[in-house]
């Protein structure tokens, strides 16, 4: 490119070299749209509020088993399954399985509460794993 006396460029090698940015910056998002995977994580449609249980005798009974069927059955995933912590009342409790795990695999982590026999609500952490 040519500077003049004051060492500005003129109007065509601004273009030119505004074009040159831009056909770079194209080709890029190009290749960037065309290698992107298209897929939708199914753990993400999951309800949090859904995910209850409570402690009867230090044992987790889950209250999200009708949900969780309803839920794989109705989106058409192969199987789903559910592991629960509830962290100093009772190590990991599960899995709860619905279906099979044949297939892609998307996990989920969800803070959730539980309520005990004495009426308190105690926090909880679900991880979930919905296979399609």
Same mark, same amino acid.
């Given at each position: 490119?040519? /500077?003049?006396?004051?060492?500005?460029?003129?109007?065509?090698? $601004?273009?030119? #070299?505004?074009?040159?940015?831009?056909?770079?910056?194209? @080709?890029?998002? &190009?290749? /960037? #749209? %065309?290698? %992107?995977?298209?897929?939708? !994580?199914?753990?993400?449609?999951?309800?949090? !509020?859904?995910? %209850? @249980?409570?402690?009867?005798? *230090?044992v987790f009974v889950p209250g999200f088993m009708e949900y969780l069927e309803g839920f794989v059955w109705s989106n058409g995933y192969?199987?789903?399954?559910?592991?629960?912590?509830?962290? @100093?009342?009772?190590?990991?409790?599960?899995?709860?399985?619905? @279906?099979? /795990?044949? *297939?892609?695999?998307?996990?989920?982590?969800? $803070?959730?509460?539980?309520?005990? &026999?004495? *009426?308190? %609500?105690?926090?909880?952490?679900?991880?979930?794993?919905?296979?399609?």
């Amino acid at each position: 490119m040519r /500077l003049d006396r004051k060492g500005d460029m003129g109007f065509m090698e $601004a273009m030119v #070299a505004f074009m040159a940015v831009t056909i770079v910056l194209t @080709g890029y998002m &190009g290749v /960037l #749209a %065309t290698t %992107t995977v298209d897929s939708s !994580d199914p753990a993400g449609m999951l309800d949090p !509020d859904r995910f %209850t @249980g409570s402690l009867e005798d *230090g044992v987790f009974v889950p209250g999200f088993m009708e949900y969780l069927e309803g839920f794989v059955w109705s989106n058409g995933y192969e199987g789903a399954s559910v592991v629960v912590t509830v962290p @100093g009342f009772c190590e990991e409790s599960g899995p709860y399985l619905v @279906g099979t /795990l044949d *297939g892609s695999l998307f996990g989920r982590t969800i $803070a959730g509460v539980v309520s005990d &026999g004495y *009426g308190r %609500t105690v926090p909880a952490v679900y991880e979930v794993v919905v296979c399609v």
